[in-house]
């Protein structure tokens, strides 16, 4: 048996329960909770997407208004990847790599013909690099990102 002020406790309680889901279906600016940033996890995340989709095409932009022979290999990298390819190139035959990166930082070509390294690093600003080079067995192409670098890398092997 209930006495009285446990049964007005209740319906007093249960008067109250109403506002408390109001109060936590709020939202904030933008449409986020209240309690949290405004910017929710998904803008971020779309945000540097954005920005890798932009840099990206200006990247390619770029590389595009310097095509002439023909393209044996070509991509677009995360600066943060890095381009590690065996083109599988004809020994011999002289080959144009272009690369262009665009974002901040530097970035660094290495070509390793039978094992013999040959390192070279470039802004990553948006300059179109032209390194030409005649292909050897075992032909291994890096381009790697400094540190605290940032953006996209297109490249393309062309036939010279």
């Known amino acids: 048996m209930l006495d009285v002020a446990t049964t007005r406790f209740r319906i007093a309680a249960l008067g109250l329960l109403p506002m408390s889901f109001l109060a936590a279906c709020t939202s904030?600016?933008?449409?986020g909770p209240v309690h949290g940033s405004s910017a929710s996890p998904s803008r971020t995340t779309t945000t540097a997407a954005q920005q890798e989709e932009k840099l990206g095409?200006?990247?390619r932009s770029a590389l595009q208004a310097t095509a002439t022979g023909s393209t044996v290999a070509s991509g677009l990298e995360r600066v943060s990847d890095g381009l590690h390819t065996d083109p599988g190139l004809s020994a011999g035959t002289a080959y144009r790599l272009t690369?262009?990166?665009a974002g901040t930082g530097t970035v660094a070509i290495e070509f390793a013909?039978?094992?013999a390294a040959v390192r070279k690093p470039f802004s990553c600003d948006g300059?179109?690099?032209l390194e030409r080079f005649?292909?050897?067995?075992a032909q291994h192409v890096d381009i790697n990102g400094g540190r605290g670098a940032t953006g996209m890398i297109a490249w393309r092997i062309e036939r010279v």
């Not at 904030?28 to 449409?31: E, F, H, L, Q």
């Not at 005649?134 to 067995?137: F, I, R, S």
């Open 127 to 129: 300059t179109t690099v």
């Open 99 to 101: 690369v262009v990166c």
């Open 113 to 115: 013909p039978a094992g």
């Open 57 to 59: 095409a200006e990247a």
């Open 28 to 31: 904030g600016p933008g449409g």
């Open 134 to 137: 005649t292909a050897k067995q």
